[in-house]
């Protein structure tokens, strides 16, 4: 992680225990799933922040927000059917 992060930041991190959403590599920071031009008064909630890797985090941008949303769901199914956010 890079930077400096807010509490409610260090608390997203440590909920996928530093490690990004979509490989098991060392998250670097937080992206947006609702980009905050779509979602301008809450975009920084915790809800709609998830921890990514600068690899992956690149490849989001070259995907697009769109697709992504549609990946971070197929994650989020496939955590609910193992029981809990990135394991270790």
Known sequence: M???WT???LAIFKQYHGRCI???AKAVTL???IPKSKRPRDWNEPD???PVCARCH???HDIGSKHFVDV?????QSEIRQGSP???
């Open 72 to 76: 971070l769901r197929s994650l989020q």
């Open 7 to 9: 509490a409610e930041e």
């Open 22 to 24: 979509m490989c098991p």
């Open 58 to 60: 690149r490849k989001i």
């Open 48 to 50: 709609n922040r998830v």
């Open 86 to 88: 990135n394991q270790d």
């Open 31 to 33: 992206h947006e799933i």
């Open 2 to 4: 890079s930077g400096e």
